[in-house]
């Protein structure tokens, strides 16, 4: 069996409602198209990794990406 992500191991618990997609990332920053979040990813080697990758979408943790946008001082609201 593969693990679903590379590279990461859960040594934390996570809220369910701190699992997000591109679509959730998207809304809690008022950003029009989720596709925003893929470009981070592609062009920013410090974007948080992901807490899973699935066949449904890849997953991050809230909390990596509120830290994430507040250290390159992008605004969340």
Known sequence: MQPLCHDYSVTRKLDPKDIVGA????????????NVIHNWRARHDDFPQPIAELKAGIFWDWNDIKAWI???NRSIE
């Not at 679509?23 to 989720?34: C, G, K, T, Y």
């Open 23 to 34: 679509h959730e990332i998207a809304e809690r920053l008022n950003l029009s198209f989720p």
């Open 70 to 72: 507040k250290a390159t």
